[in-house]
């Protein structure tokens, strides 16, 4: 059974960098398409990003884009989320997802696609 690990979260000021790790045990993560999400508080869970199995395929939200690349290591059985410019209003616990797909161009930033998730990482962002 896959289990997802994420790191790399902590404190950092406005215009900083953090790159978030989503490392994936118990299966192989190449025939997985990964998604990051977030969840401010008070907030839903929301889409962020995600990659297809193959890594040819990335989507992001709006808010995001330009500002976060997200990529992946299957040799590693990792996925990555690198995010620069992060403003305060990137503050969340920050997730990632898996889902096994067939689709080599496959994925989707909607949560209730995915069936396997982590337990996050606190991503600070201070003004």
């Known amino acids: 059974q896959l289990q997802l690990v994420e790191s790399g979260g902590g404190l950092v000021q406005a215009g900083g960098s953090l790159r978030l790790s989503c490392a994936a045990s118990g299966s192989t993560l190449d025939a997985y398409a990964v998604g990051w999400f977030r969840q401010a508080p008070g907030k839903e869970r929301e889409g962020v990003s995600c990659?297809?199995?193959?890594?040819?395929?990335?989507n992001y939200v709006a808010p995001v884009k330009g500002r976060f690349t997200i990529s992946r290591d299957n040799a590693k059985n990792t996925v990555y989320l690198q995010m620069n410019s992060l403003k305060p209003e990137d503050t969340a616990i920050y997730y990632c997802?898996?889902?096994?797909?067939?689709?080599?161009?496959?994925?989707?930033?909607?949560?209730?696609?995915?069936?396997?998730w982590g337990q996050g990482t606190q991503v600070t962002v201070s003004s």
């Open positions: 990659i297809s199995k193959g890594g040819g395929r990335t």
């Open positions: 997802a898996a889902r096994i797909t067939s689709g080599q161009g496959l994925c989707v930033t909607g949560r209730s696609w995915y069936d396997a």
